[in-house]
């Protein structure tokens, strides 16, 4: 008999389903960006006329919806510019980071953005800041030219674990650093719970877009402790993973709809 445990903390999160919230309560409109890493959930919208575009180009006719991790101050300008509705779904948890940001520089401080670079949300960040330096990495750290003082931020969904490691060797080489760790409180939860379930499993399935920054970032850290498998769909469960092994975790990036995780559950525990 297989125990199929789903994380505590896992799928759509606070701001997320704030977004969705709110794109539901429009009719017709074009989201600049994935408002969601999930392309179930972004075929439904799809089918209820709100579609997602790549850039403005001012021949959209519906108001243009800027989702939830935010984008750069250029983009709405451009909105605004062209007169057209604009829909700001970005969650407070992202427009925080902008005014932790914004404080460091009012107090001397050089930014430095922890997170990726090709990310709509360290985009937006990065559009607030005066010439800040982005890292995602240890090798982008030792690549990057550090100021002597340097005011620390970062993705919201950036690994709690490398943010501190990456903290530490930032103040190795600077006269003065003030952190401000902008990690969101739904993202550190997650990655806690996963990383309990982890350790008392003998296989892990992380469910979420293979483009989602979370669930990529869940899937590595499981995968330090057990076998793990990144899904974004049911059907691409094998029954090979769960052959004698009766301790099966579940958990979800902040993308990932209740329906999806209950029908993953469901096919796993048909393999029996
Ligand atoms: S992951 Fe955190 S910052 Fe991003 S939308 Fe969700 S709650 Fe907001």
Redesign the pocket.
Known sequence: MKNIIVAEAQGF????R??LDIVEKHGELSILGDLIHNKQVVGKLEAKGKRVIHEVTGKENTPIVIT??GTTTENIAKVRNLDMQLIDTT????SSIYEEGAKLEQEGYHILILGDRNHV?VRGIASRMREPIIANSFADLSAAKLPERVGVICQ??FSPKIFDQMVEAVRARCEEVKVKNTI????KRRQESAETLAKQVEVMVVVGGFHSS?TKKLATLTSKYVETHHIETATQLKESWFKEKNEIGITAG?STADWIIEEIADQIASFA
């Open positions: 999160c606070w701001g997320v704030r977004a939830a991790h969650c407070p948890l992202v949300e919201s969904t969101c409180a739904p993202t979370n902040a």
